[in-house]
């Protein structure tokens, strides 16, 4: 039970298609991040939600649009995605504090194909 | 930037084998070091972690010790188990918003 859920787990779209990514957290956590993995490549941090505002942004293409309505829910919305976003879309979770580091929990994530 | 750089897999062992998978980083400051763990079909999940030089992080058999003179953070550990198969992630944090830097992931594979 990691406390962080991801739907849809599976996901098969094609390049005109608009669909979202949705994430929950159960945890409490004040902080929610997206994450990108693809084969062979680090993951890749997309975008950080702090206190429901976004704080970070690494340069991702406009098709992929983020939404935070709450400290629960994380969104993650698709339009005319491209194939090489074909990947596993990773959420995580985490309380932010003044000082100290706290560990980041991930969901099961979404496995994406974009055809 | 701050990097890490993992051993390229995948490891295969058998079983009760010695495991060690090798982690360096580069980074300014001083950066805490994670290895997190994504079993088949699930999401990452802390492993462990060391904070400050020197320290420590043990969990489930597995070690890591926070080398600052060789920026490594090597995962061990002594008898391996089929039930570790799984992608090994070395990770670390340095800045803001707790941004973790990760590594490319070591498949192990552990066979009876």
């Known amino acids: 039970e990691t406390g962080v859920t991801q739907t849809p787990r599976h996901l098969v779209m094609g390049m005109t298609n608009k669909k979202s990514l949705k994430c929950e957290q159960h945890?409490?956590?004040?902080?929610m991040y997206w994450y990108k993995q693809s084969a062979k490549k680090p993951l890749e941090l997309m975008f950080v939600?702090?206190?429901?505002?976004?704080?970070e942004n690494n340069s991702v293409p406009s098709r992929f649009s983020p939404e935070c309505p709450n400290s629960s829910h994380l969104f993650l919305h698709l339009h005319t995605l491209q194939p090489e976003d074909s990947a596993l879309y990773l959420c995580?979770?985490?309380?932010?504090?003044?000082?100290?580091?706290?560990?980041?929990?991930f969901g099961p994530g979404t496995r994406l194909l974009v055809l | 930037g701050d990097s890490v750089t993992q051993m390229e897999g995948p490891v295969t062992l058998s079983e009760e084998a010695f495991l060690t998978i090798n982690c360096t980083y580069t980074?300014?400051?001083?950066?805490?070091l994670f290895w997190y763990v994504q079993y088949p079909g699930e999401g990452l999940q802390l492993l462990l972690k060391?904070?400050?030089?020197?320290d420590k992080g043990s969990n489930k058999g597995f070690e890591a010790t926070y080398r600052k003179e060789t920026t490594s953070f090597h995962l061990e550990k002594g008898s391996v188990q089929v039930s570790d198969s799984a992608v090994y992630f070395c990770?670390?944090?340095?800045?803001?918003?707790?941004?973790?830097?990760f590594g490319t992931g070591t498949k192990l594979q552990v066979i009876p």
């Open positions: 995580a979770s985490s309380q932010e504090r003044v000082a100290g580091l706290e560990t980041q929990y």
């Open positions: 990770a670390l944090s340095a800045g803001g918003y707790q941004k973790v830097t």
């Open positions: 939600y702090s206190l429901e505002e976004r704080v």
């Open positions: 945890l409490g956590h004040n902080a």
């Open positions: 980074a300014t400051g001083y950066p805490s």
């Open positions: 060391a904070t400050k030089a020197d």
